[in-house]
């Protein structure tokens, strides 16, 4: 059984800084694209950064120039470094993999739990 599970949310100030993880855990091949996404309160999930198995990167515009995607594939983790941070960053963040279980089966989406980011003076 594959798991995402994120850490790293929390409370923070205005132009204050959070780091989230996201490990993968369980049996699988391999891990091609890792995602953030996040969700605010009566919006749509969208999405904020992904990162490739080679590690190139993709950024939301409202991101761009303050988040940083990365990725350790030694401990099968994706992090987002988040800096100025601001208000409407705050939403519940969800982590996504697309994870082969074996070598003769497709690709499947995986999602963590979430995580409560609240951005708040």
């Known amino acids: 059984q594959v798991q995402l599970v994120e850490s790293g949310g929390d409370l923070v100030q205005p132009g204050g800084s959070l780091r989230l993880s996201c490990a993968a855990s369980?049996?699988?091949?391999?891990?091609?694209?890792m995602a953030w996404y996040r969700q605010a309160p009566g919006k749509q999930r969208e999405l904020v950064a992904t990162?490739?198995?080679?590690?190139?990167?993709n950024y939301a515009d409202s991101v761009k120039g303050r988040f940083t995607i990365s990725r350790d594939n030694a401990k099968n983790t994706v992090y987002l470094q988040m800096n100025s941070l601001k208000p409407e960053d705050t939403a519940v963040y969800y982590c996504?993999?697309?994870?082969?279980?074996?070598?003769?089966?497709?690709?499947?989406?995986?999602w963590g739990q979430g995580t409560q980011v609240t951005c708040s003076s």
């Open positions: 996504n993999a697309k994870i082969r279980q074996s070598l003769l089966l497709r690709e499947f989406d995986y």
């Open positions: 369980g049996s699988f091949f391999s891990i091609n694209a």
């Open positions: 990162i490739t198995s080679d590690s190139s990167t």
